[in-house]
């Protein structure tokens, strides 16, 4: 059923039907909660080939795929944008408007398909979906801000508010420690020209 609700969100939203009225069709509370569908699709072939490849930093609850990916022992590094997407059609990921699902049912191990991505061990986040995870969870602080109730949507806001945090924590720190390796780097390399 969730599967379902997915496409067709993705493609109301796609089509030019208002996030409100999404949300409204969706019994959604919040459009927070609506516009994770927002840019769904739109990642290119060439995304996926620079996520596995470990050009782009990625975060997950998952250390395992997270170490073979930034490993310099990553199969997947030189892989050319054809050679990712055979990778990706027979892998059966699945590309989210937040991020990347590298489970699928005929694994054996079936989705919750309660739309709890960011709780899942398969759930792969690229840096580029940083903008969206922040904005997510400033809005998420504005609503629990609001509602100091103790019903079951404010125990959910409070799990995605852990889950973003997660997210974009990991994300954050990492691009720093990049920028300050790529510092690092330009100063050796200057020093050496020198």
């Not at 459009?31 to 290119?44: K, N, R």
């Amino acid at each position: 059923m969730h599967h379902f609700r997915h496409i067709f969100t993705t493609f109301a939203i796609k089509n030019g039907m208002a996030i409100h009225e999404v949300m409204e069709a969706l019994n959604h509370k919040s459009a927070s909660m609506t516009e994770v569908y927002i840019d769904a699709g739109d990642y290119p072939k060439e995304m996926m080939r620079i996520v596995l490849s470990g050009e782009m930093v990625v975060s997950s609850t998952n250390r395992n795929v997270v170490e073979c990916i930034e490993s310099n022992d990553n199969p997947f590094k030189g892989t050319t944008t054809d050679q990712a997407e055979k990778l990706w059609r027979a892998t059966k990921i699945e590309i989210l408007p937040h991020g990347f699902c590298l489970h699928h049912p005929l694994r054996g191990d079936p989705c919750a398909q309660d739309g709890v991505c960011l709780g899942c061990q398969y759930f792969l986040v690229p840096t580029d979906r940083l903008p969206v995870f922040e904005a997510r969870l400033q809005r998420i602080n504005e609503e629990l801000t609001k509602n100091s109730d103790t019903s079951i949507y404010t125990s959910k806001l409070n799990f995605q508010k852990h889950r973003l945090g997660f997210y974009v924590n990991d994300l954050q720190t990492k691009i720093a420690a990049n920028e300050i390796l790529q510092e690092n780097q330009e100063v050796a390399a200057d020093a050496e020209r020198r």
